[in-house]
């Protein structure tokens, strides 16, 4: 048992090291926007876009430095991350548009299942994206 544990935690390590790390952005997130909604009485897009970014930013640089550790090309990786999040924050304020604005439902729970499907399509572009591998750039002067 102990083998197939440790077999399933070496293939999917990545995986699981964003999801923890994602945590701690979705904890960001969520305390953000709670705290501007309920307590400043910011609106639910605003609300939304300044926590979702705090969450972004977290996420980045945890998985930046303790999962995918990749060093180099820190721009490009985080334009592309940021990107990505971007596209989740789409994703999250057009279900909480439909979902609050216009069906009355409340924003706290829209917003939580929100991160749901977010995390997921987030978490597939990111690792094909943000983290990939590149190739060694040529010593061809030409090749630039």
């Keep these: ?4 544990v440790v077999k399933h935690y070496h293939k999917h390590k990545h995986f ?3 999801s923890l790390i994602g945590f701690s952005g979705v904890a960001l997130d969520f305390a953000v926007f709670a705290a501007l909604f ?5 609106g ?14 977290n996420n ?6 303790l999962n995918f550790k990749k060093k180099d090309r820190l721009l490009w990786r985080f334009a592309s991350f940021y990107i990505t999040g971007l596209v989740g924050l789409g994703v999250s304020s057009l279900i909480l ?7 009355g439902f409340n924003a706290n729970i829209v917003k939580a299942v929100s991160i749901v499907v977010v995390v997921i399509l987030q978490y ?21």
């Design 1 to 4: 048992m102990h083998e197939l």
């Design 16 to 18: 699981i090291h964003y």
């Design 38 to 42: 309920n307590i400043f009485q910011i």
């Design 44 to 57: 639910s897009l605003v609300a939304n876009a300044i926590s979702t970014t705090c969450g972004i930013t």
């Design 60 to 65: 980045f640089f945890l998985n930046r430095h």
């Design 97 to 103: 548009h439909v979902f609050h604005d216009h069906f």
């Design 124 to 144: 597939g572009l990111n690792k094909t994206i943000s983290f990939r591998d590149f190739k060694p750039r040529s010593q061809d002067p030409h090749n630039n």
